[in-house]
């Protein structure tokens, strides 16, 4: 449990600020590489 704190601390930095914009960023990149993954499922038909 020791890398938590450091972690809560970045999200609270991604919160304030520009970051957010970042924050943002990542989730919807997040995002598309889901579909993405979905796509190629279809894709390949297993």
């Known amino acids: ?3 938590s704190p450091k ?15 970042d924050l943002n960023v990542i989730l919807e990149r997040m995002d598309q590489a889901d ?3 979905d796509k190629i499922h279809t894709d390949i038909k297993f």
């Open 35 to 37: 579909k993405d993954r």
């Open 1 to 3: 449990m020791n890398e």
């Open 7 to 21: 972690w809560y601390k970045n999200m609270e930095t991604f919160v304030n600020g520009q970051d957010k914009k």
